[in-house]
């Protein structure tokens, strides 16, 4: 199966982390002595095998289900199964980890990355709070200041945007 290559650019600007991706990168954490119990890998064997009967058979079930294997070996080897078999089934091991270990699920390594659209969220805010701060100053110096800078930022907003701030600034400074 060819892979399309994850790069800082697509995270950030274009499509999420696929569900294979993120089962490559919480393996280690899954298969991890303690985390998962021999039932609750049971309860999610048998969910795979239950509602999705194309995703993990009755005799592919029964194989992850040994009792003779380790606890390790087993998880290790339905997780492998599953990259194998794509997103949509990497997908539902999420759904059905989610169903029965949402504790677990909600501390997979995968969901605690804090992406570059945080932060860039964050400074947003932030300076859309200093500009409403800025623009409501009632020194008159300023305001005169911020329609000029907004006059000469046609590339950084957008037309209707600045036309809009301008008009009430303008209105502001009227009511002053």
Avoid at 57 to 84: D, G, Q, V, W, Y
Avoid at 118 to 145: E, K, M
């Amino acid at each position: 199966m060819a892979r399309k290559a994850v790069t800082p650019w697509t995270m950030l600007f274009g499509k999420y982390q696929t569900y294979y991706d993120r089962l490559r990168q919480d393996t280690a954490f899954l298969t991890s002595n303690g985390r998962l119990s021999e039932q609750l890998v049971d309860k999610i064997i048998l969910q795979l095998n239950r509602v999705y009967p194309q995703i993990l058979t009755n005799k592919e079930a029964e194989k992850f289900r040994n009792p003779k294997a380790s606890l390790h070996s087993r998880l290790s080897n339905l997780i492998a199964h599953l990259k194998k078999k794509g997103d949509k089934p990497c997908q539902e091991f999420y759904r059905a980890l989610q169903i029965n270990a949402e504790q677990l699920y909600n501390n997979l390594p995968s969901r605690r990355i804090l992406r570059p659209t945080f932060f860039i969220a964050c400074f947003s805010l932030a300076a859309g709070f200093a500009f409403f701060v800025y623009c409501f100053n009632s020194d008159s110096r300023v305001l005169g200041g911020a329609k000029k800078v907004f006059g000469f930022s046609p590339i950084i907003i957008g037309r209707h945007v600045r036309n809009i701030c301008l008009l009430y600034m303008e209105g502001s400074s009227r009511t002053d």
